[in-house]
């Protein structure tokens, strides 16, 4: 097999593209025949060395270092081999998986991949079905939208932040969205946003109490992380949620609890949907509604394109 790797922590030039070993799958694994592999902030983050310290995002053996490492987080790949005990996918299945996928081959727990649906193409899953099945988690588990909730959503012009806008409408909330430039916010608003923040021309807290008159959103849905942060919590209403996802400009340094008991009893959560995935047992139970967020993804598709 062939995989682009880092010896070194830098700019594009540290990728190499070199041969390997193919990885046999142990117990519980599979091993894919890589057709597409997605390109995420996640990744230059990585190649940056900005996870460096983050044992979320390690994926090796505590004792192993870090360096030389495979690039890539997520891929659609044929599965080619089974380890034991693995039931729930068989040889010849196109799945979605999350793992090292700038390479050939890639090995992935067989209880995390998603097969992806017949009608969707290879190109369309790479780029929509892990970001779409994040929007689903963070819209229907992280905070269940209610009709008529009002949604904040940072970098909605992003691959994620189109997916919440439409996931968000699709649970009949009503959705501001925070985009850098005007011209980024006709995709925003094309993704159903009711209202746009220009994020260098406003204040974004202010602008949010004043589109809700005064009383602030239900919930943030925020993957920028440390320069957005006070702005999400100084725009939520009494009892509002923050969802953090990402980081794209630093992690969110320490913070005093106490904080959110003062500006408003506000609920703060981190996640990646990792944990709410084994929540909503995506493969079973989420199957009733799998078709929205891959119309989600068929929509970024679309605009992609343009």
Known sequence: MH??????????????????PTP?????????C?????????????RRGELVGQAFYRRKGVSEPDLPATLGSQGVGVVE?????????SVGNRVVFAGESYATHALAPAAWLIRVPDGIG???????????FLAYAFTHFAYPIKPADWCLIHAAAGGIGLLLCQMAKIREGRVIGVTSTAEKSEFVRDAGADDVIISGQSDI???????TDGRGVNVVYDGV??????????????????????????YVPPFDLMTLQEIGSLFLTRTNASHLSRVSACDN??????PAFMVAARARRRRARR
């Open 122 to 132: 290879t190109e369309q899953a790479a780029a929509g079905m892990n970001q779409g």
């Open 81 to 89: 081999e089974l380890g034991p005990d693995v039931r729930n996918v």
């Open 3 to 20: 995989a682009i790797r880092i010896h070194s922590y830098g700019g594009p030039e540290v990728m190499q593209w070199e041969e390997l």
């Open 24 to 32: 046999v799958p142990g117990r519980g694994q599979a091993l894919m």
């Open 205 to 211: 807290a202010k602008e949010a109490r004043r589109i």
């Open 34 to 46: 890589v057709e597409a592999a997605s390109v995420n902030f996640l990744d230059v983050q990585k």
């Open 225 to 250: 992380g440390k320069d957005t942060f006070e702005a999400s919590l100084d725009s939520l209403a009494p009892g509002g949620y923050l969802v953090l996802y990402g980081q794209s400009s630093g």
């Open 285 to 290: 139970r989420c199957d009733g509604e799998a």
